[in-house]
């Protein structure tokens, strides 16, 4: 990932308390901050209730921040940590290791023949919580599986099997989206529709 | 329905992540929880200075101290006690302008009775010290170099530069009095060096 460097007087300036200074912070960082919060809860209520977490968290750390990666990693990892936190303390994140041997990413399957959906984003809400933390991670954060397997105290192996069978449930609940596509080819229909 | 391919859920997931988000709160919702933990603070400004109208007065005082205190010493004017014991006669404009007792910054080490008895002798210096400038404007056309615009105009890129250095130390201990009044005093200079910039012959006693 990309980004602007910061700017060092505007990170004093919010260490110290500017409010200015921090909300630039916050405006530069908050849409892909916030963008992994929210996929990693998967309600919106929820993840507005994180992200508050999350930010109080990255402006409580600030003074801790050495700039040894670029401000966005730093901030993005206080992010992810949060916000599994979050979802460990209301029980929607058990032990992954118990959601794998009970093979969680099937869970709600029969439910979800009459489910299709019409974006990654609503698809992904049908994944049970441990799932939807590897795909999100891997395949949308791009950590790789050993760094997964830390994050969420899942071994590097259990975390390839998550995301196995999460890609496969999202390859059928996604299914008419491609078939959507291919019908109204040429009238401009995105494939990803906006929620 | 068939599933999709790997590629085309890849391809989907590729949208997803470059798809621009909105954040999930706005500004004032994190800035009142920031707000209340202490983690914003109310800026140098305002917070020093809006809050009671004695430390307005206070750094009023200490603007204008700051300001003659740098002016006469770095043009080599004579301070205002050595004014008032050597050259009388210089500024002895028949006025009816306020007579300051250039002895009268002895009696910082007066008491006072009373927060409010305080505020008002503040007051009642800032007023003089507003009166008398206008007084020194109008009528104190002392020799000065010719060159004193230049001189002046050096000075105040020196202040800025020192103006710079203090503001960024303030955002780094807001809260500090020598900090504080090392920006104030800087201030205080810079504007009333701005003004000898403007107009260097009409004010260069001050």
């Known amino acids: 990932m990309s980004e602007m460097p910061i700017d060092q007087l505007d990170l004093k300036r919010a260490i110290a308390g500017d409010e200015r200074a921090m909300q630039r912070l916050w405006s530069q960082h908050a849409p892909h901050i916030d963008a992994v919060v929210r996929r990693l809860c998967g309600d919106p209520e929820l993840a507005a209730d994180v992200s508050q977490e999350v930010w109080m968290q990255i402006f409580r750390a600030l003074p801790s921040y050495r700039g040894d990666s670029q401000f966005g990693t730093w901030a993005h990892r206080i992010a992810v940590n949060r916000t599994l936190n979050a979802l460990r303390k209301i029980r929607r994140l058990a032990k992954l290791e118990v959601d794998i041997e009970d093979d969680s990413a099937m869970v709600e399957m029969d439910n979800d023949r009459t489910f299709l959906a019409e974006s990654i984003e609503q698809a992904m809400t049908k994944l049970s919580p441990g799932a939807r933390a590897v795909f999100v991670l891997h395949d949308i954060e791009g950590y790789t599986h050993g760094e997964i397997g830390e994050e969420l105290g899942i071994t590097p192996g259990g975390s390839k099997s998550q995301l196995f069978k999460a890609r496969a449930k999202l390859k059928k609940l996604l299914a008419n989206l491609m078939d959507d596509s291919t019908t109204v080819a040429g009238k401009g229909k995105a494939h990803v529709a906006p929620v | 329905?068939?599933?999709?391919?790997?590629?085309?859920l890849d391809q989907i997931i590729a949208e997803e992540k470059a798809r621009p988000q909105p954040p999930l709160n706005d500004w004032q919702t994190i800035a009142a929880r920031a707000r209340d933990e202490g983690l914003i603070r109310e800026s140098p400004s305002r917070g020093w200075a809006s809050s009671q109208s004695w430390v307005q007065a206070a750094a009023a005082v200490l603007l204008l101290i700051g300001g003659i205190a740098i002016g006469r010493t770095t043009i080599g004017l004579p301070t205002a006690t050595q004014n008032a014991a050597s050259l009388p006669s210089e500024n002895a404009v028949p006025t009816s302008a306020p007579s300051v007792d250039a002895a009268q910054p002895s009696s910082a080490s007066a008491t006072f009775a009373s927060l409010e008895e305080a505020s008002a002798t503040l007051d009642r210096a800032v007023e003089d010290y507003k009166r008398a400038t206008e007084f020194l404007a109008a009528n104190n056309s002392s020799g000065r170099p010719s060159d004193s615009a230049a001189m002046y105009s050096k000075?105040?890129?020196?202040?800025?530069?020192?103006?710079?250095?203090?503001?960024?130390?303030?955002?780094?201990?807001?809260?500090?009095?020598?900090?504080n009044q090392y920006y104030l005093a800087t201030m205080g200079a810079r504007a009333a060096t701005r003004q000898m910039v403007a107009r260097p012959v009409v004010l260069r006693g001050f």
């Open chain 2, 1 to 8: 329905m068939s599933h999709l391919s790997e590629e085309q």
């Open chain 2, 155 to 179: 000075r105040l890129v020196a202040l800025d530069q020192v103006f710079n250095a203090t503001e960024s130390a303030l955002q780094t201990a807001p809260d500090d009095p020598v900090i």
